[in-house]
């Protein structure tokens, strides 16, 4: 009945989210934006805009906005951990990375249209690992 202003919605009350400054951003962290920069070009043919934001209350691992052309990282929700064992467990970052850009086409997680994208973006990154096996270990 009275619902509370979110985070990204277009009312102007609705909190911001806090951002983590690019000067405090660690080695994983680069390494997993620059990943995902160079994912979107590959496989959703668009540049994205990434941001790290570090915000407990948001709740979100990830949130994509196709309308602004973003990908936010929540890093109070995954952790340190996530950006700095990209080497290690490289399957957890692209499995985010994916779903996220799934939403490039929809927003509904239950509908048809998202879940052939995911189908079309495995497709696509495993051609583009066949083309370039390095890609991924930037």
Known sequence: VF????????????????LLDKKDWTPGIRRVVALTIGLARKLVERDLDVR????????????????????????????????ANYSNEPER???????????????????????????????KLAVLVCREPSFLWL
């Open 3 to 18: 619902p509370t202003p979110k985070p990204y919605s277009d009312d102007p009350n609705a909190p911001q989210v806090t």
């Open 52 to 83: 790290i934001v570090n915000d407990p209350a948001a709740g979100f691992e990830a949130c994509y906005s196709r309308a602004r052309g973003r990908l936010d990282f929540n890093l109070a929700v995954l952790g340190h951990e996530f950006f």
């Open 93 to 123: 970052v692209i499995d985010l990375i994916l779903h996220e850009f799934g939403h490039e086409y929809t927003g509904s997680h239950l509908s048809d249209d998202y879940h052939n994208a995911l189908t079309q973006l495995g497709a």
